[in-house]
């Protein structure tokens, strides 16, 4: 069964630093998706991706975060510099073409720490 | 902005049947009712959806009232497996059809 992969799984820096996550979508999925999870919620959505463009970035920190899917098929979010509230699980997503009644798959995540 | 009330947590012993509520009394005429659930720290792993009728699948059954203004997730015969945080999600349709998460329930099977 086809997965969503995501790189790396665990990642610790230091407050200032620059930090970045890799998502591999499922093949054939135009729509992805990061997600961001703080400890204790449901995860909310940074930004969403059709094809190589972005479509909804409106949660998305923009003086530090960035997000790019330049082929449209695998995607890389950056945070710099990362701060200790940056500490959370960032999930990605993928789904065939995005629309209303379609599943999102998800990969396992990556867990940042922020020192 | 969560679209969904559920209870924080719920216990079931093992071998019974687990019934998860959920309210979603704002959902609109199209927008679809989805639950997700998370095992500790893994992604979500979605197990059912429907809009207006009730729903089946190999995992649990989605059940929607009339008014659409609530449903509830069975899971037949829970195993120790299924302890995890249960999701109930709006997807609202528009131009992005985005999910909304809300706190979700904690599901404890004992035996």
């Known amino acids: 069964e086809a997965e969503v992969a995501q790189s790396p799984r665990y990642k610790i820096t230091e407050k200032s630093q620059a930090v970045a996550f890799w998502c591999d979508p499922i093949s054939g999925h135009a729509t992805l998706y990061w997600y961001r999870q703080i400890l204790g919620q449901g995860p909310e959505l940074l930004v969403q991706?059709?094809?190589?463009?972005?479509?909804?970035d409106s949660q998305l920190p923009k003086d530090r975060f960035s997000a790019e899917r330049l082929k449209g098929v695998d995607s890389t979010l950056k945070i710099q510099p990362a701060e200790l509230g940056d500490s959370a699980m960032y999930l990605c997503?993928?789904?065939?073409?995005?629309?209303?009644?379609?599943?999102?798959?998800f990969g396992p995540g990556t867990r940042l720490l922020v020192l | 902005d969560a679209k969904t009330t559920q209870p924080p947590s719920m216990d079931c012993a093992e071998g019974r049947a687990a019934n998860l509520p959920c309210n979603h009394s704002?959902?609109?005429?199209?927008?679809?009712v989805y639950w997700y659930r998370q095992i500790h720290s893994q992604g979500p792993q979605y197990i059912i959806h429907g809009l207006k009728n009730n729903e089946t699948n190999e995992m649990a059954s989605l059940i929607i009232t009339e008014d659409r203004k609530s449903s509830t997730l069975i899971l037949p015969h829970a195993t120790l497996r299924d302890t995890a945080v249960y999701y109930c999600i709006v997807r609202v349709v528009d131009n992005f059809n985005k999910f909304y998460f809300g706190s979700g329930t904690k599901l404890n099977v004992k035996p």
């Open positions: 704002t959902i609109s005429g199209n927008e679809y």
């Open positions: 991706f059709q094809d190589e463009s972005v479509v909804d």
């Open positions: 997503a993928s789904s065939l073409r995005g629309t209303g009644g379609e599943t999102q798959y």
